[in-house]
């Protein structure tokens, strides 16, 4: 008989409602606040899965439990301490649940382990697997426990394919090492070979077994091997060659891979990882194979000989990676296969005739003998950061930036050793600054990561960006930054809360992170990077159509709040906002208060209801460093408003200008001014967008536009801010969606007799004009070729528009967040693009707004005392008229 406990209630009732895991969770989390609940209690009536019905009912049963266990697993991976809970009470269920639960993990174990749970998931799923390995039984009769035992096996496997260093913590590898030994003891021999595959580092074998004697090289070079052409099908054509004929293939593929990236404009760190495994792990593992094979000095003809006859200037001309100035991969390669023993110091210095032989023989020797000396970068992060006082010492005077510069130019590049201490101590490092709740130094870690983002990305090849940002975004999301009513500092608190923010929103689009596959919901930072930065608060709207009365009230309430908000900024004679107004909002909601209120000040001046003075005096607040999120979604949103078909194009520019010059002073320069690291940060991410923009106006580009973007070339990274600004004459002049229709149309006819460069380049160009051109000029003319496409059959016009059609569609689907909310801005663009004769209804994903759409919903969401935004347009135009502006 079904139980009648309110939780058993609270699931059966939203199963059979259906309602989305979101809302489960969120349902739970309130039950869960006002009942206490026994673990016992919790896995039977929540984790344990219903008997199966008869075979009528078979499929209804399996949707229902499919559901149950999704909203099961979206709690337990909703914060660290479900993730606990859920792996402690799971043994006390059936095998046949564990089984189902740990299937279902292993199906999202990709995602999962880009999630900011690593660290709890991880553990909690060790003990989980500790406390399985003393238990379970295997045997012909229970089939459940084996399948259970496999896909545990599994699930490990993924993640450990996600994180590789999931075998290297210590407390891990010693739980792996006993679920292998399991596995082995159970004569499970068809799981053996994966499990020493994936589970254990070549150091590990004599564990394994028993600390029998195992010649620990030939392991080593079995593993090594195996990442090369034995596994892959496409390259078991290299079985075929001659040792030296594989060294010289290998190479040139390495190279031209990097050449390609280059060529394809791609993302910095995407070279940057290409030319960091090139100089690190594909040397080592050259050394390796060599040493297998025995044939060193074969090889080292071979790799000379194929870098010699290497032509290629994306490979000789790159500065990507932490570089001051251009440099050869090629030569630095072979100097990474010098300090390898691949390559001998005599025939790299006969490589290069050119440079003093002596003088490079030295600097080399001496780098060698000094490259085993990794554990510098511990004592220099602990001088520069830990031991530094804030009180007295400034980011910029501790010298921190120029230390990570010149840490750059060193054996770094060459050394895995050492780049791993690098993200060993800085993972550790902010783990104690957590600890210690020390704000001001982790804001200086936002700063550094941002400032050189070249360290960040050694530090992320290494391990991963969730490493560092897993620790940041529990941080932030844990952490109140309350202050007392009285502290007259409180603007130090929300300046660190700030930096760290913005940091971590810098961090991923400057690495090309995608939020919007998190699974997680419950997370305020998660929240704000998809709706703020990613959405820009597209879905929302300043109207409501509804009645209900306590909402109403919301709103006129947040709508009072805001008009204080607004003369605050915007009126000339006041002093910007007062330390009580701010202390009125919560700081987290701050960010999103602020930004809407700009949005609506942008928009206000586009229309003539606020003066320039105004807007300005707004802008100079809003340089305060507190304030640094809302001036990256700022721009951000200003960004998206600038096109050669967009009428408000300059307004805008004006505006960033303004921002701009605000920020690091008019005359400044890198020389001369004092740094301003916190908007140089936004300046690295914004930058490339705002040039990229201009770039598109081709001649048309004003005095104005020509100003902005030399400061911002000026101003920012050279390697990681200025990689998509192309100076070929093929990218240059006016971009419109009609330049992007002639250049498919060409490329998709001549495509087949390209060769594999001027398909690159071509495709560079295409990515670049797509970046360049706005949504709503792409949806106008996707409709108007839908609308050609449907011509004369077999007309050379139908034909081309059914080729623009399926590449916009094509492009579209690539360069859009996978989430269904985002539906509603699609539906925008395309309804403003329709025209106006021929629109007799509007394309809708609903039939009435709700308060959840509306801009004050954040206050109503979060239960803070946060508000957002109304219309701002007409509140600033009576309020212009009140004080005869």
């Known amino acids: 008989m079904p139980s009648n406990h309110p939780l058993a209630l609270l699931l059966r009732s939203s199963l059979a409602r259906k309602i989305n895991k979101r809302g489960f969770v969120s349902l739970l989390e309130q039950f869960l606040a006002r009942e206490h609940i026994s673990d016992s209690q919790l896995g039977e009536l929540l984790l344990a899965l219903p008997e199966r019905g008869g075979i009528a009912l078979e499929k209804q049963f399996k949707s229902v439990e499919k559901l149950q266990i999704a909203y099961v697993i979206e709690w337990a991976l909703s914060n660290g301490k479900n993730t606990a809970k859920f792996f402690e009470t799971l043994p006390s269920t059936s095998l046949r649940c564990q089984h189902k639960y740990i299937f279902y993990l292993k199906g999202i174990a990709a995602n999962v382990a880009r999630q900011t749970l690593t660290e709890d998931l991880y553990a909690s799923l060790a003990q989980f697997s500790l406390e399985l390995s003393d238990n379970i039984q295997f045997s012909p009769e229970n089939s459940t426990s084996k399948r259970l035992w496999y896909d545990l096996i599994f699930l490990w496997g993924t993640l ?71 596994l892959n099908l496409d390259n078991r054509r290299l079985h075929d060659l001659k040792h030296a004929e594989l060294a010289k293939e290998l190479t040139n593929s390495f190279l031209h891979g990097f050449s390609a990236a280059v060529r394809l404009r791609e993302r910095p760190y995407v070279v940057f990882n290409w030319k960091n495994f090139i100089l690190t792990d594909f040397a080592h593992d050259l050394k390796n194979l060599a040493h297998a094979f025995r044939v060193d000095h074969e090889w080292e003809d071979a790799i000379i000989s194929s870098v ?41 210095t006969d490589a290069y005739p050119a440079i003093s032989a002596l003088t490079l023989a030295q600097a080399i020797t001496h780098e060698i003998e000094i490259m085993s000396q990794v554990d510098t970068i511990d004592a220099d992060f602990t001088t520069k950061l830990h031991n530094m006082d804030p009180a007295f010492t400034s980011f910029e005077e501790s010298k921190l930036v120029d230390y990570s510069r010149n840490l750059l130019s060193s054996d770094l590049r060459f050394l895995k050793a050492k780049q791993q201490r690098l993200a060993s101590v800085t993972c550790d490092l902010i783990d104690k600054l957590i600890q210690e709740k020390h704000n001001e130094k982790l804001s200086w870690v936002a700063l550094l990561l941002l400032n050189v983002p070249a360290i960040a990305n050694y530090i992320f090849y290494q391990g991963s960006p969730w490493n560092v940002l897993n620790k940041f975004i529990n941080y932030i999301d844990n952490e109140t930054f309350n202050v007392d009513d009285d ?37 305020y930072t998660l929240d704000y990077i998809n709706e703020f930065y990613f959405r820009l608060s597209d879905p929302l709207t300043s109207n409501y159509a509804g009645i209900d009365e306590q909402e109403k009230q919301i709103i006129a309430s947040y709508d009072r709040l805001f008009t204080e908000w607004a003369k605050a900024l915007f009126d000339v004679n006041n002093d910007g906002l007062t330390d009580e107004l701010l202390k009125s909002v919560n700081v987290k909601q701050i960010y999103k208060f602020v930004y809407l209120l700009f949005r609506e000040a942008f928009t206000a001046r586009v229309v003539g209801s606020l003066n320039e003075t105004s807007l300005n005096n707004g802008i100079d607040y809003l340089s305060q460093s507190f304030l640094a999120p809302c001036s990256l979604e700022a721009m951000q949103w200003l960004i998206s408003r600038v096109g050669p078909q967009q009428k408000t194009s300059n307004t805008m520019i004006e505006i960033l200008l303004r921002i701009l010059e605000t920020n690091t002073g008019i005359a400044s320069s890198l020389n001369t001014s004092e740094h301003n690291y916190t908007f140089r940060m936004i300046l690295n991410i914004v930058g490339p967008s705002i040039v990229r923009k201009i770039r598109s106006f081709g001649n048309m580009i004003s005095e104005n536009m020509q100003k902005l973007m030399n400061k911002i070339l000026q101003e920012t990274d050279a390697e990681y801010c200025q990689w ?12 419109s969606t009609d330049s992007i229709k002639n250049e498919i149309t060409s490329f998709l006819k001549e495509s087949e007799a390209m060769m594999s460069d001027s398909l690159i380049e071509a495709w560079a160009r295409m990515k670049h004009k797509w970046d360049s051109v706005s949504s709503e000029a792409i949806c106008y003319t996707l409709l108007e070729e839908v609308e050609h496409s449907a011509g004369t059959r077999g007309s050379v016009i139908m034909e081309e528009s059914k080729l623009v059609v399926d590449f916009y569609l094509f492009m579209l689907t690539c360069s859009g967040a996978p989430d269904a909310d985002d539906v509603d801005s699609y539906l925008v663009a395309l309804n403003s693009s329709r025209k106006s004769e021929s629109l007799m209804t509007k394309a809708g994903s609903q039939f009435a707004l709700t308060i959840n759409d509306h801009y004050s919903s954040y206050e109503n969401a979060t239960q803070l005392t946060s508000l957002a935004r109304s219309k701002l347009t007409g509140e600033l135009q009576h309020w212009r008229s009140a004080h005869g502006y």
Not at 163 to 175: G, H, N, Q, T, Y
């Open 487 to 523: 502290d007259g500092n409180f603007q130090d608190t929300y300046t660190c809360f700030g930096v760290m923010l913005t940091g971590v929103v810098s961090l991923a689009s400057l690495f090309g992170l995608n939020f919007a596959e998190i699974s997680i919901q419950s997370s």
């Open 724 to 735: 998509n600004i192309l100076a070929d004459e093929q990218t240059k002049g006016h971009v």
């Open 308 to 348: 010699a006859s290497c032509t290629d200037t994306a490979v000789l001309l790159t500065k990507v990676g932490g570089a001051t100035e251009s440099y050869d991969l090629d030569r630095e390669f072979l100097r990474a296969c010098v300090y390898q023993g691949v390559v001998s110091l005599e025939k790299f």
């Open 160 to 230: 450990i394919d996600q994180d590789s260093a999931i075998p290297l913590k210590p407390r891990i590898k010693e739980v792996l090492t006993k679920v292998s030994r399991a596995t082995r003891a159970a004569g499970e021999s068809n799981m053996t070979a994966y499990v020493t595959r994936k589970f254990i580092s070549t150091t590990d074998i004599s564990a394994l077994n028993g600390h029998e004697k195992v010649i620990e090289t030939e392991h080593s070079t079995a593993f090594k091997a195996s990442n090369f052409s034995p």
